[in-house]
């Protein structure tokens, strides 16, 4: 492991995926007590090759200084796509001698299932640890079952809460985190015990991706599903 220093703490931004985690992982970089990760999504507990490199690999990801650094982070969204990696929150209670916290960002489901499905009708794939396959993902067939089953943030949470304490779990949204970000920002340095810092740049958005697919295409899709329907129409 060579001259790898092992945090002691780590957080990790979980999720969901296309709710501002990129963004906030880069707001967050710039705080002098936090070591961000090399690989902002290393995937380590979520993709079972990635977990078979083992710990020295994963530990080894950070430029961790004890002297400086409370907290190493990282942030995989692979980790709240539950039932697709199903031993997630469970790998990482394994880890010894580490506390981990948790920041899940989530977002208006239906908006994420949005943006969801047009990256995976976009990338091809389902996850960058899973995929690309022979399987047609294109948005003619409509949205796959995961970009429902992601939106369930309470059935993803529980994977989590079988674990580690609610304490231990920080949760917004994007539309906070667009709305206020000072205040989303320094309520999350309370919650992970770090110093006040006057974060920069909380407006720009990283990561994003803005689709030509019609609207009227998604709400066909949202039309068809009965429960979908009811929330959709009340949404907008």
């Known amino acids: 492991m060579g001259k790898m220093k092992k945090p002691k703490e780590i957080l990790i931004i979980i999720g969901a995926m296309k709710s501002g985690t990129t963004s906030l992982f880069n707001y967050l970089a710039q705080h002098p007590q936090i070591a961000p990760s090399r690989l902002k999504e290393p995937g380590f507990y979520a993709a079972d090759e990635i977990w078979q490199k083992g710990f020295g690999w994963y530990f080894d990801l950070w430029d961790f200084k004890p002297d400086q650094h409370k907290l190493a982070m990282e942030a995989t969204t692979d980790y709240t796509k539950f039932p697709l990696f199903p031993e997630t929150a469970k790998r990482i209670k394994s880890t010894d001698d580490v506390k981990f916290k948790f920041i899940y960002i ?26 690309p396959t022979d399987h047609d993902y294109s948005f ?11 939106s369930k943030y309470a059935q993803q949470l529980d994977q989590f809460t079988k674990y580690f304490d609610k304490e231990d779990i920080f949760l917004t949204t994007l539309e ?58 009340f949404l907008l």
């Open 106 to 131: 989530m977002r208006n489901p239906l908006r994420r299932i949005e943006s969801h499905a047009l990256h995976v009708s976009r990338v091809k794939m389902e996850s960058c640890f899973v995929g």
């Open 140 to 150: 003619d067939n409509g949205v796959e079952q995961n970009s429902i089953e992601f």
């Open 176 to 233: 906070e985190l667009n709305s206020d970000p000072e205040k989303v920002m320094q309520e999350i340095t309370g919650f992970l015990g770090i110093s006040p810092y006057e974060f920069e740049d909380l407006s720009k958005s990283y990561n994003s991706y803005k689709s030509k697919t019609p609207p009227n295409r998604l709400h066909q899709f949202f039309s068809s599903i009965k429960w979908l329907r009811a929330v959709y129409h």
